[in-house]
């Protein structure tokens, strides 16, 4: 079992409606990464955190996306308004260093119809 | 910045053989690179790593090696099982605090009956 918890799941949205996953991290993890996978198989880095600050995002993620890791609560990720092109497993991923030994959470598969 | 090209998009393999999947990266900074299986429908599961430090490291049927020279890292399931069907990424990250990992495409190892 995973020591990264995400919730839920499943997600099926509506396009342009709102699509919210959660991610608790490893216990004394403090960078939390967010990566998005989609059907082909290609992985794309969102956004990472250290405790609550945001460390990097990309364009997509400034735009769309908004993600925060608040203290004493799960981070989330939030799709504010979900396009087709959103559907894709997100994973969320914790570390120690920072830069190695990564753990990785079950992850949230986004359906948007 | 980085990008990590995995050569091998399927592999089929005898039950018992060995199978060898190949990864190469770009960014001479990159010091750690872990490799993931991945079932179908499921998350990630880490296999092995390997840091910049050391050429191999082995665990049980898994071997990795590292390159540095030829940017280049591979990893070698011996006694290719049923178990290990699945598919397998290749990332590499950096030193930096904080650094993303930047994946392979992914290779499907199909185990066949010897």
């Known amino acids: 079992n995973s020591k990264v918890i995400q919730t839920p799941r499943y997600l099926v949205k509506g396009q342009g409606q709102k699509a919210k996953m959660r991610c608790i991290p490893e216990?004394?993890?403090?960078?939390v990464f967010w990566y998005q996978q989609n059907k082909n198989n290609e992985f794309k880095f969102l956004i990472n955190?250290?405790?609550?600050?945001?460390?990097?995002q990309i364009d997509m993620t400034e735009k769309r996306f908004s993600a925060e890791c608040p203290s004493n609560s799960p981070c989330s990720l939030e799709i504010q308004s979900s396009e087709a092109g959103d559907s894709a497993l997100y994973l969320c991923?914790?570390?120690?260093?920072?830069?190695?030994?990564?753990?990785f959470g079950s992850g949230t598969r986004l359906l948007v119809i | 910045g980085e990008k990590v090209e995995q050569h091998e998009s399927t592999l089929s393999v005898r039950e018992g053989d060995s199978a060898v999947i190949n990864c190469t990266y770009t960014?001479?900074?990159?010091?750690?690179f872990p490799w993931y299986k991945q079932e179908a429908g499921k998350s990630l599961h880490f296999v092995i790593d390997?840091?910049?430090?050391?050429d191999r490291k082995q665990s049980q049927r898994l071997i990795v090696l590292l390159d540095k020279k030829a940017k280049r890292f591979s990893l070698h399931i011996t006694a290719t099982q049923p178990e290990d069907s699945a598919i397998y990424f290749c990332?590499?990250?950096?030193?930096?605090?904080?650094?993303?990992?930047?994946f392979g495409s992914g290779t499907k190892v199909i185990p066949c009956l010897p």
């Open positions: 991923a914790s570390s120690l260093a920072g830069n190695s030994d990564y753990t």
């Open positions: 216990k004394g993890h403090p960078v």
């Open positions: 955190f250290q405790n609550q600050e945001v460390l990097q």
């Open positions: 960014d001479t900074a990159s010091s750690y």
């Open positions: 390997i840091r910049s430090n050391v």
């Open positions: 990332a590499a990250s950096t030193a930096g605090f904080a650094s993303a990992l930047t």
